[in-house]
């Protein structure tokens, strides 16, 4: 059974940073493309940033480029979102994904954890 597990959400001021970690169990993280997804009260889920099963490669949405970084520990199984500068606007409940394809629909999701930022 596939679990991703989101953790390392909360209370920041703007300015301030972050680093999300996703948990997975049942899967191989290398093995799959990785996503991080966010939505804000009232908005329609959005794209934050992947890393690709093919070379790690990374792409990001431009709200974050610059500002957020995507990795992952493979020992560790584990997906990191590290989120600096963060702005009022970055207030959503950020979620993990994972899909075994590079294109298409994130097969698994975490349940999603709470980032809010006070200006």
């Known amino acids: 059974q596939v679990q991703l597990v989101e953790s390392g959400g909360g209370l920041v001021q703007a300015g301030g940073s972050l680093r999300l970690s996703c948990a997975a169990s049942g899967l191989i993280v290398r093995t799959y493309d990785m996503g991080w997804f966010r939505q804000a009260p009232g908005k329609e889920r959005e794209f934050v940033a992947r890393?690709?099963?093919?070379?790690?490669?990374?792409v990001y949405a431009d709200s974050a480029k610059g500002r957020f970084t995507v990795s992952r520990d493979n020992a560790k199984n584990t997906v990191y979102l590290q989120m600096n500068s963060l702005k009022p606007d970055d207030s959503a409940v950020y979620y993990c994904?994972?899909?075994?394809?590079?294109?298409?629909?994130?097969?698994?999701w975490g349940q999603g954890t709470q980032v809010t930022v006070s200006s």
């Open positions: 994904a994972a899909r075994i394809a590079n294109y298409g629909e994130y097969n698994y």
């Open positions: 890393v690709s099963r093919i070379g790690g490669s990374t």
